[in-house]
């Protein structure tokens, strides 16, 4: 994510939940949840990172990415069901962690 004081910053969410290939819809999530969060300065654009261990040295990776892997996603005729609650839950703003801001100052620009 992007701020308008050019900081950037980081969330995890169940990406491939919404779209399994469009990463619009959450960059969209994620940027309007993000409206209800003190980041310093608000927030302008979000990108979905091309691989995960983008955001691994923010401060809080290690925390989100436990907690999330603690919800095993089914396979099967199970996964449907799973995958609509996961989304319904996100379009509350739950389901998104806050990774930190980026210490590297490696995220790319949007």
């Known amino acids: 994510m992007t701020l308008a004081d050019g ?5 995890l969410t169940w990406g491939r939940v919404l779209h399994a290939s469009e ?20 927030p302008v654009s ?7 261990r983008m955001a691994r040295d923010a401060p809080f990776f290690y925390e989100a990415m436990f907690d999330m892997a603690r919800t095993a996603s089914p396979y099967g005729k199970k996964y449907g069901k799973w995958r609509k609650d996961k ?6 703003g739950k389901e998104i962690w806050y ?4 210490p590297t100052g490696a995220a790319q620009a949007d």
């Open 7 to 11: 900081g950037r910053r980081y969330f």
């Open 23 to 42: 990463p619009a819809k959450v960059e969209a999530l994620v940027l309007r949840s993000a409206q209800d969060i003190d980041l310093g300065s608000a």
């Open 46 to 52: 979000a990108r979905v990172c091309p691989a995960v």
């Open 87 to 92: 989304s319904v839950l996100m379009e509350q």
């Open 99 to 102: 990774l930190g801001d980026d």
